[in-house]
């Protein structure tokens, strides 16, 4: 038997390998995994027993969506080939998929807790959005039903927006790529706001949505960001990371844009709000006039003459009031004395055998004179001198 060389025993075994095993499909745990700077991945997957080499070309590592980690189970479909100058072989891997999971969902949250963990979801680095925008680029296919949906609604909600159209590839594997450069140019618009998104469809058709550089360029934009994409129950990296999240691109307008129908209304009722305010303060302000007016009246010159006139017309009704019982009074002691008068005067008192006793020309009573008296007695025309004689009692 002829001995072979060692190169040509490695050559045999590279064809049997190669040709026996161009289709394998294996399952295992990585360890020993390697990103390497040239894009390729070196890596080896292991059982309970054995392990074996991997590598993954930069050109199928491209396609990958997930991140490989030590200790993730994963499922590889791929081709033996052995490295001759060695002596050894290695599992040559054109496509990985998680075990038990699926590469799109775990791409998904893997991005999402790498940039939860940067921050890039925080309620605090959030900008606010503008209360009445003047203007929106609309980061979108020129050609879905979202857009026709976005420009109904803020015909109807709001007219006086300006909607700006940025022609964007929204799916397939350019998408991502172009999604970022639609949003630097929308950026530098001077808008109120951006507004980026699609319409529904499957997980693959919005990937782009969920790709690391498209979450970069919203975090990094300086214009305000709504992620409207896909539908209600569609939640996507892009969501998470903007500033605003809408369920679908048309409620991402209704967010967006002030309705005004219920701005007419307001107005309306800022209006009779107005009016009666306005009605009310004219009323108080009428009352204030009439009060100044009356204080002014009452503290006027012809007012104060007024009031004077008024005190010296009473005092005169006062004193003529007064008067009048004085000389009524005065006139009732008169006419009472008067009648005293008439009932005492001297002519109406004359009796027959009577007579007045005057002495010292004041009338006297009898009992007052004595013996040897002289005195007169009067009466209405005659008078008598008289001399008491005797006195005596009867």
């Not at 993954?56 to 994963?74: H, P």
């Not at 060695?86 to 999971?101: D, F, H, T, V």
């Amino acid at each position: 038997m002829n001995a072979l060389t060692v190169s040509t025993l490695n050559n045999q075994i590279k064809a049997l390998l190669e040709t026996t095993f161009m289709g394998a499909y294996v399952e295992g745990e990585i360890s020993n995994l390697t990103y390497h700077a040239s894009g390729h991945i070196y890596f080896s997957i292991k059982d309970d027993t054995s392990s074996i080499s991997c590598v993954m070309f930069k050109g199928n590592a491209r396609s990958l969506k997930f991140q490989l980690e030590v200790g993730m189970k994963i499922l590889i479909s791929g081709s033996i080939t052995v490295y001759t100058p060695r002596g050894s072989y290695q599992l040559m891997c054109n496509k990985i998929e998680p075990a038990g999971q699926g590469a799109l969902s775990l791409a998904y949250e893997q991005l999402k807790n790498k940039l939860k963990d940067k921050g890039y979801f925080e309620e605090t680095r959030k900008k606010p959005l503008v209360k009445y925008p003047k203007k929106i680029a609309l980061v979108t296919s020129a050609s879905g039903a979202a857009i026709e949906d976005m420009k109904k609604v803020a015909l109807h909600r709001w007219p006086l927006v300006e909607l700006i159209l940025i022609a964007t590839l929204v799916q397939g594997d350019k998408a991502a790529q172009d999604i970022v450069h639609s949003l630097n140019i929308a950026d530098k618009l001077n808008c109120d706001l951006i507004i980026v998104g699609r319409g529904g469809g499957s997980l693959e058709d919005l990937w782009a949505f969920n790709e690391e550089i498209v979450a970069n360029a919203i975090y990094i934009s300086k214009t305000p960001v709504i992620s409207a994409v896909g539908h209600e129950i569609d939640y996507l990296i892009s969501d998470f990371v903007a500033d605003v999240r809408a369920a679908t691109p048309s409620n991402a307008i209704e967010i967006a844009l002030p309705d005004i129908n219920e701005h007419r209304m307001y107005l309306d009722s800022l209006n009779n709000e107005l009016n009666t305010k306005y009605q009310h303060i004219l009323s108080k302000k009428e009352e204030q006039i009439k009060s100044y007016k009356h204080l002014y009246e009452q503290n006027s010159i012809e007012s104060k003459f007024n009031f004077v006139q008024n005190e010296i017309n009473l005092m005169k009704e006062n004193l003529s009031r007064q008067f009048s019982q004085i000389i009524s009074h005065k006139e009732l002691i008169m006419n009472n004395t008067l009648s005293n008068f008439e009932l005492n005067h001297p002519n109406k008192k004359i009796k027959k055998g009577f007579a007045q006793v005057i002495k010292d020309e004041k009338i006297s009573s009898l009992e007052l004179l004595k013996t040897d008296d002289e005195f007169y007695l009067q009466t209405s025309t005659k008078q008598a001198l008289c001399k008491i004689i005797n006195m005596k009692n009867i």
